[in-house]
């Protein structure tokens, strides 16, 4: 037996919460999910047991509690809302890893919202200093955690941190998602991701993918 | 949250409030309910738990399934399996909660840089592991050397501000006696 992870999902009833909570939904986790509205995060919670009662998981509706008994911390939530959870929970984040999923996309979706030179993930390693920031999850969509395969390839998911044990285990976590995942480097490299959405969102919308659209990268 | 880690700390050394507020930087909170797990038989132990609240046991188990009790520790208290995690080897211990806690973890990397940088840390540490050392000794000569009655008798002094909060069976297990023995030793003490 090993002592299961606990993973606290911040946001857990939104699309990408709910998809990632139920991609991580296996013995070795333990989930706490978090949403402002507790009875949603309940139901996610009851769905995830009702097809395998032995994970541990449960709707809670205290983030600063969810993220203290958390050994990982993934924020499910949109850029805008990111500073007000992170400043709630930065004591009990200390040296934990906090995954930051978002796009700081505009509300027209034709550019970013944050300045030149920084990123989503950097801004919120600003707000949480004492914590191990990783990129993650930010270049794919909800519904590629349903079907991780798009046209018979794995989806690529990219990883940037700039802490070394801590890639090492988000790494791990993108696998068992069912991504392959690419540590692309340092957390600046969140810049490149973030874009790199930002693009596959137009190229969704303009070709009308239906959101089953990913990266990959082909190479020998 | 660290009330009981700076209580320690400025018990055993002359640690400046800068200091401090820097140790707290490096430790990792986690809260851990009654009954979970901070390590398992099979992992490596690469954590030293610092008890801020609550408490928690170490203990082996043998063929049977029956536990052996090494350790208690309470608020205050320190508590991982040292062998693991200075050798990074397989951990034959499991240290479970024995009430809802709330604990400051170091891993190494966090701990090998307040040693580095905090001298007052690297002398508060030692003073810890000296302790250890010391109790460590001391139940291994209380084991061997020690009747059932005096081995109680030691337990009461060592634990007696926490002794309602640990089932009777783990102190059993911890003198290494039955539990049937125990409850005869109660008797005859409170005679």
């Known amino acids: 037996m090993h002592v299961k992870q606990t993973i606290a999902i911040i946001g857990a009833a939104g699309n990408m919460g709910q998809a990632i909570a139920k991609a991580l939904a296996k013995e070795e986790n333990r989930l706490l999910l978090f949403s402002s509205n507790q009875q949603k995060a309940q139901l996610v919670a009851e769905e995830i047991k009702s097809k395998n009662a032995a994970i541990e998981v449960e709707g809670t509706g205290c983030p600063v509690d969810a993220s203290w008994e958390a050994d990982i911390i993934i924020l499910a939530v949109p850029y805008q809302a990111e500073a007000e959870i992170a400043k709630k929970i930065e004591d009990v984040a200390r040296q934990k890893i906090v995954i930051s999923i978002s796009n700081p996309l505009n509300e027209t979706f034709d550019g970013l919202v944050t300045l030149p030179g920084t990123s989503a993930g950097e801004e919120l390693q600003k707000i949480l200093p004492d914590s191990k920031v990783i990129k993650a999850f930010n270049t794919t969509y909800a519904v590629n955690f349903v079907q991780p395969l798009i046209d018979g390839k794995q989806t690529d998911a990219f990883i940037a941190g700039d802490h070394a044990t801590a890639l090492t285990v988000v790494e791990e976590l993108v696998r068992s998602a069912g991504f392959n995942p690419i540590v692309a480097g340092p957390l600046k490299v969140s810049q490149t991701l973030e874009n790199m959405q930002l693009l596959l969102i137009q190229l969704t919308m303009k070709y009308n993918y239906n959101w089953h659209a990913g990266w990959k990268i082909l190479h020998n | ?191």
Not at chain 2, 5 to 30: G, M, N, W
Not at chain 2, 68 to 88: C, H, P
């Open chain 2, 1 to 191: 949250m660290f009330e009981q880690l700076i209580k320690s700390i400025q018990d055993k050394v002359p640690a400046t409030e800068e200091e401090l507020q820097l140790c707290k930087h490096y430790f990792t909170p986690k809260k851990i309910r009654k009954k979970q797990f901070l390590l398992q038989e099979g992992d490596v132990c690469n954590r030293l738990a610092f008890v801020e609240k609550g408490s928690l046991y170490s203990y082996s188990t043998d063929a049977k399934g029956t536990q052996r009790v090494i350790q208690f520790a309470f608020e205050g208290w320190w508590i991982s399996d040292l062998y693991s995690f200075f050798t990074k080897e397989p951990s034959n211990l499991n240290i479970e909660a024995l009430e809802d806690s709330e604990l400051l973890l170091l891993d190494h990397e966090q701990h090998d840089y307040l040693l580095k940088n905090i001298p007052q840390y690297e002398t508060y540490t030692r003073l810890i592991l000296q302790n250890a050392y010391v109790a460590l000794q001391r139940r291994i000569e209380g084991t061997i050397g020690l009747t059932a009655e005096e081995k109680y008798s030691r337990f009461l002094n060592q634990y007696s501000t926490c002794l309602n909060r640990v089932p009777q069976h783990l102190i059993a297990s911890y003198l290494g006696i039955t539990p049937e023995t125990l409850s005869r030793i109660r008797k005859q003490m409170t005679r």
